[in-house]
């Protein structure tokens, strides 16, 4: 994978740093970004069209990411599923681990064993949030999440999009929090 610039953003559940390269979007992840900032001019512009739209994302303004993503980070099934993911599972929508095995074409005899693979390959997802894998919930409740302070950021995620009820701690983000001009 090519160096990568960045950018971040503060939000309602932590810092988000969003990286890309010239070839697309090809990490998110939670907390600002560490050591040098590289100064790749079409990687950076990348990474701040990117905050733009997770800013967006945040204050309920955007349901949908329009960004190029770079799948360099990701190979073989894990990159399956997470195109699967990307492709069939909208905003306000839920899927659960084993439905997106078997859209996937992951299923097998025993039928936990796909959504426990899927539940892995959720938590390696390079691209969170912009690829939504606090989407995939378990047959029986949440499920996991490995982001931020972990199944308190997918809840807050969902209850954004509308797919749980609002509780009583929830707040927007907006107004607009402040951010880097990285």
Not at 1 to 8: C, D, E, I, Q, Y
Not at 40 to 49: I, P
Not at 55 to 76: H, I, K, M, N
Not at 103 to 114: F, R, V
Request: glycine share 12%.
């Amino acid at each position: 994978m090519a160096a990568l610039s960045w950018a971040w953003l503060a939000t309602p559940v932590g810092p988000v740093a969003v990286g890309a390269s010239a070839d697309g979007v090809a990490q998110v992840r939670y907390g600002r970004p560490a050591g040098k900032l590289p100064d790749d001019l079409a990687g950076l512009k990348l990474a701040k069209a990117a905050r733009q739209q997770l800013t967006e994302y945040f204050c309920g303004q955007r349901t949908a990411f329009d960004l190029p993503v770079d799948w360099s980070g990701t190979a073989g099934a894990q990159r399956e599923v997470l195109q699967v993911l990307d492709r069939s599972v909208r905003y306000g929508q839920t899927t659960t681990y084993g439905a997106l095995a078997a859209a996937a074409g992951l299923t097998a005899g025993e039928a936990t064993l796909p959504a426990r693979a899927v539940g892995q390959i959720m938590g390696s997802n390079p691209i969170p949030v912009i690829i939504a894998c606090h989407r995939v919930v378990a047959s029986d409740g949440l499920g996991g999440y490995s982001g931020g302070a972990g199944t308190e950021v997918k809840r807050w995620l969902l209850i954004l999009e509308g797919s749980l009820p609002t509780t009583l701690d929830w707040q927007p983000m907006c107004p607009h929090p402040g951010h880097t001009d990285r």
